[in-house]
């Protein structure tokens, strides 16, 4: 018996709406923008047109689908056949916590607006398609260390475009 350890290998993530528009994506594994937007376009139609008492699981080509909708978004992860779906639906809820916690109540609207942070968050949980960090304080405290940066960066440039300096 081979003992499989808790990691999984995600390929992509993907965000959208209940209409179908891509909101964020992120790819773990290369492929063709050709291949990409094919992909993205089967995916979305195939969860779309799936009824919502439906299992959030399903075998698609040579993968494992994981997706969870919250409130008008759907959030998509693309995992190995033998790996861990539950982990993955709880890595989903993971970051839909952390995104409710740095906006207040996310919305499609602030995926939208703040892309770059939605992204940074992503990228904190996960590297090169494994889970990086479980620990929601831990992730808390990185963002909070970015914005620290990012507020002091422009406030040097803002002081720096008054002198007169490029």
């Given at each position: 018996m081979r003992?499989?350890?808790l990691l999984?290998?995600?390929?992509?993530v993907l965000?959208?709406?209940?209409?179908?528009?891509?909101r964020l994506q992120?790819?773990?594994?290369?492929?063709?923008q050709k291949d990409k937007k094919r992909t993205t376009r089967e995916l979305i139609t195939t969860i779309l047109s799936r009824k919502s008492k439906m299992c959030n699981f399903l075998e698609w080509r040579d993968m494992k689908i994981v997706y969870k909708r919250y409130a008008s978004?759907?959030?998509?992860?693309a995992i190995d056949k033998d790996d861990n779906e539950l982990i993955t639906l709880e890595l989903i809820h993971r970051?839909?916590?952390l995104l409710d916690k740095y906006f207040g109540s996310v919305c499609e609207l602030d995926i939208i607006f703040n892309f770059e942070k939605a992204y940074f968050i992503l990228d904190e949980l996960i590297i090169s398609g494994e889970i990086q960090e479980t620990s929601k304080?831990?992730?808390?405290?990185?963002?909070?260390?970015?914005d620290l940066l990012q507020e002091e960066t422009e406030a040097i440039?803002?002081?720096l475009d008054e002198m007169g300096i490029p």
């Open positions: 003992i499989r350890p999984i290998m995600i390929h992509y965000l959208f709406s209940r209409q179908g528009k891509l992120k790819w773990y594994t290369a492929a063709s978004l759907y959030f998509l992860a970051y839909v916590e304080k831990n992730v808390v405290k990185a963002i909070a260390a970015q440039r803002g002081v």
